[in-house]
């Protein structure tokens, strides 16, 4: 829901693209959670948990792939400030109701801008990784529903979204 009477701040006063000025902010503590699912056949889960999966360890290459993603940000989405990232999570757990895969990041910065769209695209990637790696028995799973779920820090202050 955009929030009224706020302005896009990549765009100049011709529409023309530009990176944020964040020289006058103030160095604040700044943490954002994202979150995911992977959603494949039952018989899908059911290999990755057995960590049968014929490219290896499906889980934990995830979960790597989705901190080297967040590292990268600012090489992978245009306008994105490179970061000093103080800490990276990336869980991901089984859900036999889906069934498939939630992914969940939270990153943690001390800086001048937040880190929402690393938090994004860790959960991206790690769920980009999970699809790569179980495509061959399950081509038909659906990555859905990744979103900010958490921010706090910065002048904007906290956001949580509604469940």
């Not at 530009?18 to 290999?47: F, H, N, P, Y």
């Not at 089984?94 to 990041?105: F, H, S, T």
């Amino acid at each position: 829901m955009a929030r009224a009477g706020k302005q896009l701040t990549h765009l100049g006063a011709q529409g023309q693209a530009r990176m944020v000025d964040v020289s006058a902010k103030a160095v604040t503590e700044r943490e954002a959670i994202a979150a995911g699912s992977v959603v494949m056949q039952r018989a899908t889960l059911d290999i990755v948990r057995k960590g049968d999966a014929q490219k290896g360890d499906v889980l934990g290459t995830a979960r790597i792939a989705g901190i080297m993603a967040a590292k990268r940000t600012h090489e992978l989405i245009p306008l994105c400030h490179p970061l000093p990232i103080a800490k990276i999570e990336v869980d991901l757990a089984p859900n036999a109701k889906l069934p498939g895969i939630d992914v969940r990041a939270r990153v943690k910065v001390t800086g001048k801008t937040g880190v929402e769209m690393e938090a994004l695209t860790a959960v991206s990637v790690a769920c980009l990784t999970i699809y790569d790696m179980v495509k061959a028995i399950d081509r038909g799973m659906r990555i859905e529903n990744i979103r900010l779920i958490e921010k706090s820090g910065g002048r904007s202050g906290h956001f949580r979204a509604k469940e």
